[in-house]
């Protein structure tokens, strides 16, 4: 009998609430944020490619699991208890996976990976979110891509993606807006298309 009030006692005793900023706080501890990813964009992703990459295959492998999960833990907050701001670390887990499937030579994959992490930006998630991070993230992914598309030879698209991270600057952001204009010009200059090049 008193077996059975025990247990009768602690279905009965209310469990202490989910705290969603708890929720954040685990998700960031696995986020590229704060363990920071093998391999990201720039030199790290073509370095891979060669017969002595600068990171062991697994170690990407292993990694792309754990943004992946990082993500989906993301993912399961509930937004309405967190004051914090945290888009920008999922986008950045969209970031992280696709230069690490680059770096693994899974281009589809990789490619399918931008388009979803645009789809997610254009969704409009209910998220909180510095000013500005959205259309931060939107020019980055196009500049991934495009340097992407440079990479493996595909100049006309390389160019519509750096054409696109160009109108996604905002014209405050006079540096950035240089160097993509310099970008474009480069790669019809590679092309021969010198008149817009010029341009």
Same mark, same amino acid.
């Given at each position: 009998?008193?077996?059975?009030?025990?247990?009768?006692?602690?279905?009965?005793?209310p469990?202490s609430p989910v705290?969603a900023a708890?929720d954040?706080?685990?998700c #960031?501890?696995?986020?590229?944020?704060q $363990?920071?990813?093998?391999?990201?964009w720039g030199e790290?992703?073509?370095?891979?490619?060669?017969?002595t990459?600068?990171v062991?295959?697994? %170690?990407?492998?292993?990694y792309?699991s754990q943004?992946?999960?990082?993500?989906a833990?993301?993912r399961t907050v509930?937004?309405s208890?967190?004051e914090?701001t945290?888009l920008?670390?999922i986008?950045r887990?969209?970031?992280?996976e696709t230069? #690490?499937l680059a770096?693994l030579?899974?281009f589809?994959?990789?490619?399918?990976?931008?388009?979803?992490a645009?789809?997610y930006l254009?969704?409009a998630?209910?998220?909180p979110?510095?000013d500005g %991070?959205r259309?931060g993230?939107?020019r980055?992914l196009?500049q991934?891509?495009?340097?992407?598309?440079?990479?493996?030879g595909?100049l006309?698209?390389?160019?519509t993606?750096?054409?696109a991270? #160009?109108? $996604?600057?905002?014209?405050h952001e006079?540096?950035?807006?240089v160097?993509?204009l310099?970008?474009?010009? #480069?790669l019809h200059q590679? %092309?021969?298309?010198?008149?817009s090049?010029?341009r």
């Amino acid at each position: 009998m008193l077996v059975v009030l025990l247990a009768t006692s602690l279905l009965v005793v209310p469990s202490s609430p989910v705290d969603a900023a708890d929720d954040l706080d685990a998700c #960031l501890r696995q986020a590229p944020v704060q $363990s920071p990813p093998p391999i990201n964009w720039g030199e790290g992703v073509p370095q891979m490619w060669s017969r002595t990459p600068p990171v062991p295959r697994d %170690t990407v492998r292993a990694y792309l699991s754990q943004v992946r999960a990082a993500r989906a833990c993301f993912r399961t907050v509930d937004p309405s208890g967190v004051e914090r701001t945290y888009l920008g670390n999922i986008m950045r887990t969209f970031q992280v996976e696709t230069a #690490l499937l680059a770096a693994l030579r899974r281009f589809a994959d990789a490619f399918e990976t931008f388009e979803d992490a645009r789809a997610y930006l254009e969704s409009a998630p209910d998220i909180p979110s510095a000013d500005g %991070t959205r259309t931060g993230w939107i020019r980055a992914l196009h500049q991934d891509q495009g340097f992407l598309h440079f990479r493996i030879g595909n100049l006309s698209a390389s160019i519509t993606h750096y054409s696109a991270a #160009l109108r $996604s600057t905002s014209e405050h952001e006079v540096g950035l807006r240089v160097t993509h204009l310099l970008d474009v010009g #480069l790669l019809h200059q590679y %092309t021969q298309d010198y008149q817009s090049a010029r341009r």
